[in-house]
T-cell receptor, first 115, second 114 residues
Framework: DAGVTQSPTHLIKTRGQQVTLRCSPKSGHDTVSWYQQALGQGPQFIFQYYEEEERQRGNFPDRFSGHQFPNYSSELNVNALLLGDSALYLC??????????????FGDGTRLSIL | AQKITQTQPGMFVQEKEAVTLDCTYDTSDPSYGLFWYKQPSSGEMIFLIYQGSYDQQNATEGRYSLNFQKARKSANLVISASQLGDSAMYFCAMREVTARQLTFGSGTQLTVLP
């Protein structure tokens, strides 16, 4: 049973560039959430997708955008990269976007470095 | 205001001993879920244990148990018989019924000593 998979594992970009991160949810899951984790901190919620729509968004600028495909996989896009965007980006999947008791299962993350 | 507070940035425990990692939370929602995750240096967040706000009994999963004190708004993780592989960052998180996201604390770095 495949867990949550993310690609790429590592990425190096320069300021002003754009980046796309990808996530395939755990089998049977239909909801994908994205989190940003800066070094030494807990993850911060970016947004959640369900039925191909953004259902909730955290306190992130609209440089951060996403998409969910019919097979439930998802992409996170970040435009006009800033040095402060350097972080570990975690994708989490779950079943049922309104089930607060369902644990979210995380991938290994994509480590993004901005030069 | 901080919704999840983990006051122990770092903890040390001797192998085979038990350790308690503290977590307090703040919410006005009557329904919520509390989660603990383990994050090794590799980065993956591993789900450990869940406690619902209406659960009468403390959750247990193998060597992990959650000491849930609702009136004190505390949800401490207890790891029994610590192993070297338990060395990692541990995060407490909450999901309120009105929210879709997990809100995480700042984490506790646990080091198990041989």
């Amino acid at each position: 049973d495949a867990g949550v998979t993310q690609s790429p594992t590592h990425l190096i970009k320069t300021r002003g560039q754009q980046v796309t991160l990808r996530c395939s949810p755990k089998s049977g899951h239909d909801t994908v959430s994205w989190y940003q984790q800066a070094l030494g901190q807990g993850p911060q919620f970016i947004f959640q997708y369900y039925e191909e729509e953004e259902r909730q968004r955290g306190n992130f600028p609209d440089r951060f955008s996403g998409h969910q495909f019919p097979n439930y996989s998802s992409e996170l896009n970040v435009n006009a990269l800033l040095l402060g965007d350097s972080a570990l980006y975690l994708c989490a999947s779950s079943y049922g976007h309104q089930s607060f008791y369902q644990p979210q299962h995380f991938g290994d993350g994509t480590r993004l470095s901005i030069l | 205001a901080q919704k999840i507070t983990q006051t122990q940035p770092g903890m040390f425990v001797q192998e085979k001993e038990a350790v308690t990692l503290d977590c307090t939370y703040d919410t006005s929602d009557p329904s919520y879920g509390l989660f603990w995750y383990k994050q090794p240096s590799s980065g993956e967040m591993i789900f450990l244990i869940y406690q619902g706000s209406y659960d009468q009994q403390n959750a247990t999963e193998g060597r992990y148990s959650l000491n849930f004190q609702k009136a004190r708004k505390s949800a401490n993780l207890v790891i029994s018989a610590s192993q070297l592989g338990d060395s990692a960052m541990y995060f407490c998180a909450m999901r309120e019924v009105t929210a879709r996201q997990l809100t995480f604390g700042s984490g506790t770095q646990l080091t198990v000593l041989p």
